[in-house]
């Protein structure tokens, strides 16, 4: 086997415009599979990230009474323990920051028409710490510079023929079921990739809704951020738990993570998935048909090699060990090339990111706009896949032929051309 072992490796010394070759081509398929494996989980990410950072948060919280009622948005059951709570999320080490917020149903009206939308009323000083809403405004972010201001989206400022600068009027019920009407001076139109928020939604402060709602300082929900994680796994995790720490802590209240709030976002990436399995197998499969043809020429051009060694007493069996252990060795040269080069390609995703304005150009197919950064993930996992598949591939390259090589005459061989 020793011998074996040594004629191997002076062949691939000796070959080695050849052996380079086939670990050049082992190397470009697993590098190309790790980056596009990291790049394909980075745009879901990236849609998890818009997502949290637009509607979801990494948590929200709501009292277990205003759950039960959550689908007419109703002003009766706030938050009571809002100081302890805020206290204890402010020394919770896993919580970015936090803010407060409160939902109401109401009509805007551009004094001819007038649209159902979903209010949301928020605290400007930290709002901006957990949603980024801010990043996508024309205008600007309840500068304070009047009463009565308000924010909605860019598609309902179009469906109202209104812009920034314009007053509209406000309608809704009171937290003591009182009809309501004011005039509200647009500050900023939401120019967002949530087509709600684009269409339905519209945001109003704290200081005017007291006035507006009788709101008296009512808290229905407390949106929090967790520090994110580039794995996604590890993010979800930790949402969960301080979920349930805040639940064990707090019996009136209720938790939900983004996973949860965006079940049906997760539903479709699950059936993307499927779609993009698709396409990664075929980056193998075009990976192994590289390996296999570059090995299979290796091995081909050396069958009048074979039967000299085979004419020298060498034996069938210790012809294939012979090849397979060159494949191997390949394999494992062009394996660990693709995997050095792979996480180099894979850190640069990770921590500089690919910007999605820069990918889709200035072309949109969606009807939506393209928006944040892909970011890779760190699989070791589909990492240790990669190499396991390229120096098996390379392995099994080497048997077939030499297989058939060793079962041919020695004079075939000899005379092969």
Request: glycine share 8%; hydrophobic share 45%.
């Amino acid at each position: 086997m020793g011998a074996l072992l040594k004629i191997s490796i002076r062949n691939i010394h000796r070959h080695s415009r050849r052996t380079l070759s086939s670990a050049v081509t082992i190397a470009a398929g697993l590098t190309m599979f790790i980056f596009m494996n990291s790049m394909y989980k980075g745009m879901d990410y990236a849609a998890i990230d818009n997502m949290i950072n637009l509607t979801t948060s990494s948590v929200k919280i709501h009292t277990q009474s205003y759950i039960k009622e959550k689908k007419s948005l109703p002003l009766d059951y706030g938050i009571d323990t809002y100081d302890s709570l805020t206290a204890y999320l402010a020394s919770n080490q896993k919580v970015k920051s936090f803010t407060r917020r409160t939902e109401f149903l109401g009509q805007l009206s551009n004094y001819t028409d007038a649209l159902p939308v979903v209010g949301t009323v928020v605290d400007p000083s930290s709002d901006t710490t957990v949603f980024n809403l801010h990043k996508y405004l024309e205008g600007e972010f309840f500068p304070g510079k009047s009463e009565k201001e308000i924010i909605i989206g860019r598609s309902l400022a179009r469906e109202l023929n209104v812009s920034v600068g314009d007053f509209v009027t406000l309608q809704a019920l009171t937290r003591y079921e009182s009809h309501n009407a004011d005039e509200f001076i647009i500050t900023g139109l939401i120019n967002s990739s949530d087509p709600n928020l684009n269409k339905n939604t519209l945001f109003i402060t704290y200081q005017d809704a007291n006035i507006f709602l009788d709101l008296d300082n009512l808290i229905t929900e407390i949106d929090l951020q967790v520090f994110r994680n580039q794995n996604l796994n590890i993010m979800t995790q930790e949402m969960e738990q301080v979920g349930t720490s805040i639940e064990n802590h707090f019996s009136n209240l209720k938790t939900a993570t983004f996973k949860e709030l965006g079940a049906a976002f997760f539903e479709m990436a699950k059936q993307k998935q499927s779609f993009g399995m698709i396409f990664m197998l075929l980056i193998l499969l075009i990976a192994s048909v590289g390996i296999f043809n570059t090995v299979l020429m290796s091995v081909y051009e050396r069958i009048r090699e074979i039967g000299i060694l085979r004419s020298h007493g060498m034996r069938g069996f210790d012809v294939m060990i012979m090849f397979c252990t060159e494949g191997f060795i390949t394999g494992l040269l062009g394996s660990t090339l693709g995997l050095i080069i792979g996480s180099v390609a894979n850190s640069f995703l990770i921590y500089k990111g690919f910007p999605l304005e820069a990918f889709a150009g200035n072309v949109n197919t969606t009807g939506m706009p393209v928006w944040g950064t892909i970011y890779g993930e760190w699989n070791p996992d589909v990492m240790f896949f990669a190499f396991i598949f390229g120096v098996v591939t390379a392995t099994l390259a080497g048997l077939i032929p030499a297989y058939k090589a060793s079962k041919m005459n020695i004079i075939e061989t000899l005379r092969f051309v």
